[in-house]
């Protein structure tokens, strides 16, 4: 008999046969997230799960699950999971890291352009039908040639981002996840990145990106104190997780014109956007599209089920999770 899995989320028609020719696939249809409660009846016999970041997976989800060989994450975060609870009871978790950095950090530079350029803006005014013509002053925007690019969180999708600045005409520091009050001694040095504390990043960049994970140490981690380090001609941009950012802290701060301006593509209770924000000018509002291209998010689909196929072989996962 194929062992069974269960897929809480249509995944591209050539994955998913591939998935179908090895194991019997339980595929939750519907165009919304499976319910907490479904997926608890669901996963009961079931040898492996494939899961998005949209779908909580906890102990309730693990103990429901007592045959579980591994629980595949088609994300590269993971904060969705109690790892763990997966790890006392000897399940693997493995998530989608690297296939979808190139996408991530070219949307990073999307949103900055947007933000900054203020396209969104300009074309809520063109499609409004108040648009009354070019003129010297109008919508002006900050050049990015010859500012600071700040990156928090100088990871895989970290150093995409800065590795895309010079084209732009940008410097570019950054804050590691590891040394957030003080650059680590032994840390790797970039020539083209000076590294140095969140503190001074805050008060020195121009743009403030954010690509660290969502941890209980990241989780606020750009609050009221944070905003106010920033300078006021600067913008801030998360294509992260949306906890990191304090979404009323953030709508103080645009309100009061502390900063020039943010672009989000996470939020902290999505679908839901936090309503202060919703009628701002100086705000880019994205529904979550880092990854969203034909060929990333195939890839994050076929790397989950590569790791379920090994597992279920008697292999080892191909990319585990370290949390």
């Not at 502390?258 to 679908?271: F, H, N, S, T, W």
Request: neutral net charge.
């Amino acid at each position: 008999m194929k062992p069974p899995v269960l897929l809480t989320r249509r995944i591209p028609a050539s994955v998913l046969s591939r998935l179908k020719a090895t194991c019997s696939v339980d595929l939750h249809e519907g165009d919304d997230p499976i319910s907490h409660d479904d997926l608890i009846s669901r996963v009961l016999g079931k040898q492996a799960l494939l899961c998005l970041l949209t779908d909580r997976v906890d102990r309730e989800v693990l103990e429901a699950g007592v045959d579980l060989r591994i629980v595949a994450n088609i994300a590269v975060g993971y904060d969705n999971i109690d790892v763990a609870a997966a790890r006392a009871r000897a399940i693997p978790v493995t998530n989608t890291p690297d296939v979808l950095t190139e996408a991530t950090a070219e949307f990073t530079w999307a949103l900055i352009l947007a933000v900054t350029r203020r396209v969104a803006e300009g074309e809520r005014l063109l499609r409004g039908g108040t648009w009354k013509g070019w003129a010297l002053d109008f919508m002006l925007g900050m050049e990015l040639r010859g500012k600071q690019l700040g990156i928090v969180g100088l990871g895989r999708i970290g150093s995409a981002v800065a590795a895309r600045a010079p084209a732009f005409g940008m410097s570019v520091a950054a804050c590691s996840l590891e040394a957030m009050t003080a650059p680590a001694p032994g840390a790797v040095r970039r020539p083209d990145v000076e590294m140095m504390t969140l503190d001074r990043l805050l008060a020195t960049s121009d743009v403030v990106t954010l690509h660290v994970p969502l941890t209980s140490e990241t989780r606020h981690l750009i609050g009221r104190h944070a905003l106010s380090r920033m300078k006021r001609t600067g913008y801030l941009v998360n294509t992260s997780r949306g906890p990191v950012v304090d979404e009323d802290a953030l709508a103080w701060a645009l309100g009061e014109r502390l900063i020039a301006g943010a672009a989000l593509d996470v939020y902290e209770q999505e679908p839901r956007v936090y309503p202060g924000l919703l009628g701002l000018d100086n705000v880019v509002l994205a529904p979550h599209l880092g990854s969203a291209t034909t060929e990333t998010r195939t890839a994050m689909a076929s790397l989950a089920v590569d790791n379920v196929l090994a597992v279920l072989a008697g292999r080892a996962p191909l990319t585990p999770v370290a949390g």
